[in-house]
């Protein structure tokens, strides 16, 4: 049985994931591959060409080739991107990132990665000299043609990756040693006593029978916590007392076991003490990329180009006004900050749904226009966020004990729904903004359009109905 590098990252993450997915593939959750996912591995692809650029210009072009395989006789398996043959006959290995620096976390793991690599092209011909991690530039900002030199980093890791060397090689016979066993036990997995953020989706073929909702529905719940509770069979939350868990706990326990919405009265007055007339109800769709599109901007950076904004002027409004933007050009939002600078008078609130994500394009945008600093920080200083108000004030266990609003609009709108929308997500806005900013006049660009503007004025809309529904509460 092989192994990639991919695999052996898996194997590090899960020994056990690892094991199903290579021995019982038809019970793998694979999933979907994601529209983000295509989009990630076509950045991918556009970086490697710029790479490649780049290395067939210099002077020794011919030492590199690219796509070189190192298979080895005990089942290792390495597809390299770059490799440079040097004049005394070693060789150096070079893996492309599109991250903006080398990534060395337990979750990206580079260095590891390429650890691997290394270790399985040593295994099949001697004299790895270096190896290189080829990153994108975090300071390079874009300026008409992409300039291949200055938007590339070519890191040399040689020292780290051999430092990782000895512990990797046992790693790696850790994992090919777990995949000669053809058997393990398939009756729980040690995620029985973490957190859902660390589910994979294996957890429920490891762990069959938990009910839903369950013990790991129970926000920020400690591992010690979720050893008793697993450690005693408790799973049910109709099986934990109230004096067991934190005072936010308290309220996904209280909904799950009242089956109905638990409400602190006093924090939601208190937010709403806080939302001034006229309320702007603003959502942006964001565009961001390893390779800048945009005059101005950095690899990875977030690109504002659309905004939606519905106004409540008064508390008995019934005419909502409606005021959106798209940019149908690659540039720097300039006009679109102009265009809410004309729509987004001095007072009242700003609302958001995780709010930090404007706030973020807002002080970017700040730092690119100067001018506009002012009127900037005063959307930062006006915002409240809807979302806070399903961290404690308004819990339903319906919401799953999550705070997104893709979980919390069904139960509170229901008939407002994203289901069959050409543009249905952030990711789709992203993609659709890249295919209509490069296409011909006409009824299909027109068609996208419209989806677009639709999906956008239907976030804000959203947080305008949740905010009634609130209110109503
Ligand atoms: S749920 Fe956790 S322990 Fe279980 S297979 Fe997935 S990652 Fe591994």
Redo the contacts with the bound molecule.
Sequence with gaps: MQISKTDFIQFL??P??LW?LKHKPEAYPHGEFSDYAEKLAAEGYELEAYVRELIEAGVDAAQFSFQTVFQTERGLYAKTDIVRENEDGTFNLYEVKSSTRVKADAKHNQIKDACFQMIAAEEVRKDVRDVFIVHLNGDYVRDGEINPDALLTFAKVTSKVREIEAETRIEINKALDLLQTAEIDESC???LT?SKA???D??EH?NPGIPKPSIYNLPRISKAKLETFAGEGRFDLEDIGLDEVTEKQAYVLRSAQLREPVVDQGALARWFSRAKYPLYFLDYETYSSAIPIVDGARPQSPIPFQYSLHIKRTPDDLELVHVEYLAEEATLPRAMVDHMQRHIGPKGSVISWHASFENTQNKTMAKQFPDKAEFLQSLMDRTLDLEDLFAAPYVDIAFGGSTSIKKVLPVLAGDLDYAGMDVANGTDAMNAWKHLISMPDGDVRNRLKESMLEYCKLDTYAMVRIFEEMERV
């Design positions: 993450h899960c056990k994931s199903l997995c040690s995620c973490l660390n589910h994979c294996s957890f490891f």
